[in-house]
């Protein structure tokens, strides 16, 4: 959501400041900028409306802009529309320009108070008030450092800034509140950006800036403070992305790509945490013994994709005796608690920067729950940072909005942490070793899975005129039905909805004619029966149906009722597998549709903002 790039460097910093943008460009946004010092003191900025691609004409079509420091920005809007007059940088004065992710809550308090001092506004967001404080501050003699820490000192919100001042030309500010912020070193040049992703071109080595810090760049120095000033020491860390990750290769989009990228990521997922038979326990962190044995039950926490999950694994847990619950992060961080006794907090992210999970992990530990566990797949993040105890999903980058190979990987390291709860409750060693073969062969079953293709390609067709879908499925696949309606409506731009098949009698049976598919997932397990009368249900009533099945669940294809069978699995891993073709199935109806796969519109990677 938004993206930073900044940079101090000894040559031109235009084509880096682009190449950032372009690698930031799976975050979402609408309009896109960027701003650069000259060698002379002048500051240019050229901003537009749409995607990158128009920024380029615009600079093609103006006068040379080089200089060896400047910040550039995507946007996504959030107050005022995604014009170019909203885009960032926005700049105060003719010598300051600021680039900034996330929400000033206090924005009109703070755009009164300089209306009031003859302040006029250029724009519509609540961005131009940081750098119209900022400007105030160096106006009463400060520079641009503690300009900034003072202007810091009266926001309200989550954000992450980087201020540049043609005063100060070899300068680059950055803070972080709430919002990611990164800071890349190289040799005698510097930069920062949302994520490590927009930078790797340039370096691989960073510092990650804690909630609170200020980072000054200065020439060839970078200094670390808090917002009293005080001096802060963070660890450089080397980041293992590398160029060929964040590349398409032979791909038409990174949502394909990532798509046929789960076998192999499922697979290190696995690596070096179980033997053939057995967890072995150590891989959720030193103390993660100490913890699990005391714990009682699970309360998991995510948003999205990621809830999709944490709901599919309560009934993994609940299989064992462990009590579970799983609920989304806005929803938890909003409300009060009954906190149950030794619970393990168990947060879920593809980032780590969720601000909706990331609100509600602190919301748990300040009402007292016990201890915490991420599930996330970027070992520098915030909410990594935060947790007791980490399982690091290592499904390497993703780069399309919708989420495929984080949510089976999550899944994958759902199911390691059932077992290691497990274990303490009901679990046998002879069901330990039999989870643990199924685990092994997931990788496989996956890529047999991705057989399915041309099939679904085909089907996709059908997909053309359609406006709605329904997805049904019962127990743990309830979920998996919930994810694919959000898959098909992300990337297709088709209304879909999922509902557990039971409940087609309360209401959904109503939407059900001969236009509208519905889509339902049939694995041979003990709910297949009832099942198969909620198939015949809508069958009754003229629907179209299309199901997913396992062969052995005999159900054959009739008029108005297509059977795609999905190969044999067992049922402790089959809610990953059946995730497959729906994915394929939004990917190649979101190609029919003529959408933008990998952004689809109004939708950001990660959700930095509430």
């Known amino acids: 959501m938004c993206g930073i790039v900044g940079a101090v460097a000894k040559s031109d910093v235009l084509p880096m400041l682009l190449d950032g943008l372009k690698r930031l460009e799976y975050r979402g946004y609408d309009s896109a900028g960027v701003a650069v010092i000259d060698q002379n003191k002048k500051l240019s900025r050229i901003r537009s409306a749409g995607k990158i691609v128009e920024l380029e004409k615009a600079l093609s079509s103006s006068a040379a802009m080089r200089g060896t420091t400047g910040i550039a920005h995507t946007r996504w809007a959030t107050h005022g529309p995604p014009t170019e007059i909203n885009a960032h940088p926005h700049i105060s004065g003719h010598n300051l320009a600021l680039v900034c992710n996330g929400i000033i809550e206090n924005h009109e308090a703070l755009r009164k108070a300089q209306q009031a001092n003859g302040i006029q506004f250029a724009s519509d967001t609540d ?24 202007t810091l000192a009266v926001l309200e919100g989550a954000y992450a ?95 394909i790509k990532e798509i046929h990228e789960q076998s ?79 619970c393990l907090v168990v947060t879920l992210s593809q980032s780590g920067e969720t601000i909706d999970t990331l609100a509600a992990l602190a919301a748990a530990k300040q009402a007292g729950y016990a201890h915490c566990l991420t599930i996330c ?105 919930l994810e694919g309606a959000l898959k098909l409506k992300e990337i297709s731009y088709i209304h879909a909805e999922a509902y557990p098949a039971g409940e087609l009698k309360h209401g959904p049976l109503a939407l059900v004619d ?12 003990r709910l297949l029966k009832k099942l198969k009368g909620n198939i015949e249900e809508v069958r009754a009533r003229g629907g179209k149906l299309i199901v997913f099945a396992d062969p052995s669940a005999e159900i054959s294809a009739q008029e108005n009722l297509q059977v795609i069978n999905v190969a044999p699995v067992d049922s402790s891993i089959a809610p990953i597998i059946y995730t497959i073709p729906l994915q394929l199935l939004a990917y190649h109806v979101g190609l029919i549709k003529g959408t933008d796969v990998d952004k689809p519109r109004n939708l950001a990677k990660s959700v930095t903002v509430e």
């Open 161 to 255: 800034i980087g201020v540049v001042s043609a005063d100060e030309p070899n300068r680059l500010v950055g803070a972080r509140r709430g919002s990611p912020l990164v800071v890349g070193i190289g040799d005698g040049e510097s930069f920062i950006a949302s994520d490590m992703s927009a930078l790797i071109s340039v370096t691989r080595d960073f510092f990650i800036l804690e909630n609170g810090d200020i980072v000054d760049i200065n020439g060839g120095n970078i200094s670390i403070i808090d917002q009293c000033g005080r001096p802060q020491y963070r660890d450089k860390k080397r980041s293992g992305l590398s160029a060929d990750a964040v590349e398409l290769g032979d791909h038409r989009h990174y949502m």
């Open 514 to 525: 001969n236009e509208m598919p519905v889509i339902s997932v049939a694995p041979n397990d």
């Open 377 to 481: 797949n970027v070992p520098e993040s915030s909410l990594v940072r935060e947790s007791d105890l980490v399982l690091m999903t290592h499904a390497g980058a993703e780069i399309g909005v919708a989420s495929t190979k984080a949510f089976t990987t999550q899944l994958t390291a759902l199911r390691l942490l059932v077992i290691a709860l497990g274990r303490r409750f009901s679990m046998t060693i002879t069901d330990e070793a039999r989870l643990i073969k199924e685990l092994r062969e997931l990788p496989s079953k996956v890529d047999q899975a991705m057989t399915l293709e041309p099939t679904i390609k085909e089907i996709a067709e059908q997909f053309a005129d359609k406006q709605h879908a329904l997805f049904l499925g019962r127990g743990a696949h309830y979920p998996i039905a």
């Open 264 to 342: 192999v990521a499922i697979a290190t997922a696995l690596e070096g945490r179980i033997t053939a038979t057995r967890l072995l326990e150590a891989c959720f962190g030193i103390d993660s013994n100490e913890i699990f044995d005391k714990t009682k039950s699970v309360q998991i926490i995510a948003c999205g994709t990621s809830y999709h999950a944490g709901m599919v694994a309560r009934h993994w847990f609940e299989e064992y005796g462990v009590p579970c619950q799983a609920e989304i992060g806005s929803e938890f961080h909003s409300r009060s608690h009954v906190v149950p006794e030794d």
């Open 127 to 150: 961005t131009e008030v940081i750098v119209n404080e900022i400007q105030q501050h160096i106006q009463n003699g400060l520079d641009l450092l503690a300009a900034v820490k003072a």
